[in-house]
């Protein structure tokens, strides 16, 4: 009897262990890009359009139903005019140091370093995701001091953004609020002082003008660590990880994904404690969602593209309930 109960425990054991070796080695699940449905934009807090390949859907948060093809459903809010490029880039010139040549800028009698906004680890260049969604700005650093650069009439004006951290110093990211007429920067580069796991980086608040209403320091765990594996041989794991941040209200969000992350640390995080400037990451969705998500007009509903083993679907996640 007691014989038989261990040769049952020996094959639980053997089962369970069989199972879980399955599980950490099955490849990651492709995702079929002839059917995947990617939500667009909301005309209406119930009703969502969501296209595959050249066809149009309505999405009432349960059913889907084809529409006629319309390129105006296709098209997202414009920007302000932001007068972020310069009329020509003749007023730049560029100067060779030991290791590589940089770009600078003139302005009040001072030489000023030019920049564009940084995406660290090459985010998800291997994994096919849809192109990083931000404004392209100049930037510039001088003297230990971080901002935007605007240009009116090749005037240009400079937009000082104070560092919480002021250890990275790496050029800023800027994305429009999906609410408002109000944008939200950050730094994608990170600065970990040595410790993995860790980015220290700044993140404001603009108004419409560009001026910090509010900055912080982003929360200082790095959602995107992952120890290198073999899996992400060519050029390291920050090549199949990605983060997305969305402005939206008085809420930012970050979408993270790539496979070298567990499905449990995968989904979207809310960036709460703004106003009190201690920050951290709360997930409010867990799990594979792929880019790009969709907000409603109201910020209360987010649209998503959600894929698992037990199948691919488009859902809506209510935060207002």
């Given at each position: 009897?007691?014989?038989?109960?261990?040769?049952?425990?020996?094959?639980?054991?053997?089962?369970?262990?069989?199972?879980?070796?399955?599980?950490?080695c099955a490849p990651e699940k492709d995702?079929?890009?002839?059917?995947?449905?990617?939500?667009?934009?909301?005309?209406?807090?119930?009703?969502?359009?969501?296209?595959?390949?050249?066809?149009?859907?309505?999405?009432?948060?349960?059913?889907?139903?084809?529409?006629?093809?319309?390129?105006?459903?296709?098209?997202?809010?414009?920007?302000?005019?932001?007068?972020?490029?310069?009329?020509?880039?003749?007023?730049?010139?560029?100067?060779?140091?030991?290791?590589?040549?940089?770009?600078?800028?003139?302005?009040?009698?001072?030489?000023?370093?030019?920049?564009?906004?940084?995406?660290?680890?090459?985010?998800?260049?291997?994994?096919?995701?849809?192109?990083?969604?931000?404004?392209?700005?100049?930037?510039?650093?001088?003297?230990?001091?971080?901002?935007?650069?605007?240009?009116?009439?090749?005037?240009?004006?400079?937009?000082?953004?104070?560092?919480?951290?002021?250890?990275?110093?790496?050029?800023?990211?800027?994305?429009?609020?999906?609410?408002?007429?109000?944008?939200?920067?950050?730094?994608?580069?990170?600065?970990?002082?040595?410790?993995?796991?860790?980015?220290?980086?700044?993140?404001?608040?603009?108004?419409?003008?560009?001026?910090?209403?509010?900055?912080?320091?982003?929360?200082?765990?790095?959602?995107?660590?992952?120890?290198?594996?073999?899996?992400?041989?060519?050029?390291?794991?920050?090549?199949?990880?990605?983060?997305?941040?969305y402005a939206v209200g008085d809420k930012?969000?970050?979408?993270?994904?790539?496979?070298?992350?567990?499905?449990?640390?995968?989904?979207?995080?809310?960036?709460?404690?703004?106003?009190?400037?201690?920050?951290?990451?709360?997930?409010?969705?867990?799990?594979?969602?792929?880019?790009?998500?969709?907000?409603?007009?109201?910020?209360?509903?987010?649209?998503?593209?959600?894929?698992?083993y037990f199948g691919d679907n488009l859902?809506?996640?209510?935060?207002?309930?």
């Amino acid at each position: 009897m007691l014989g038989w109960f261990f040769s049952r425990y020996f094959w639980v054991i053997v089962l369970f262990a069989t199972a879980l070796v399955l599980v950490r080695c099955a490849p990651e699940k492709d995702v079929d890009i002839s059917s995947k449905l990617v939500p667009v934009k909301w005309v209406s807090e119930e009703i969502l359009i969501a296209r595959r390949g050249g066809d149009l859907f309505q999405f009432n948060g349960k059913k889907l139903k084809k529409i006629n093809y319309d390129a105006n459903l296709l098209t997202t809010a414009s920007i302000p005019e932001l007068f972020n490029k310069p009329n020509q880039n003749t007023i730049f010139f560029t100067e060779q140091d030991k290791y590589r040549s940089h770009q600078y800028i003139n302005i009040e009698g001072e030489k000023h370093r030019v920049r564009r906004g940084y995406s660290r680890r090459a985010l998800g260049m291997n994994q096919g995701f849809p192109k990083f969604e931000s404004i392209e700005f100049y930037s510039y650093h001088h003297l230990g001091e971080i901002g935007l650069l605007t240009f009116r009439d090749d005037h240009v004006q400079k937009r000082h953004l104070p560092l919480s951290y002021k250890g990275n110093q790496s050029a800023p990211i800027v994305i429009p609020n999906q609410l408002s007429n109000m944008f939200f920067a950050y730094q994608s580069g990170c600065s970990s002082e040595g410790i993995k796991g860790i980015c220290y980086r700044s993140g404001w608040v603009l108004d419409k003008d560009l001026v910090v209403q509010s900055h912080f320091q982003l929360p200082a765990d790095d959602i995107l660590y992952v120890k290198e594996k073999l899996s992400c041989f060519s050029c390291g794991c920050g090549c199949y990880t990605q983060e997305q941040a969305y402005a939206v209200g008085d809420k930012v969000y970050m979408h993270i994904a790539g496979f070298p992350i567990k499905d449990s640390k995968r989904g979207l995080y809310q960036i709460v404690g703004l106003k009190d400037g201690e920050t951290e990451w709360k997930q409010v969705i867990k799990g594979r969602i792929e880019p790009p998500l969709a907000f409603s007009p109201s910020g209360c509903m987010v649209a998503y593209y959600k894929v698992s083993y037990f199948g691919d679907n488009l859902k809506v996640k209510n935060f207002c309930d």
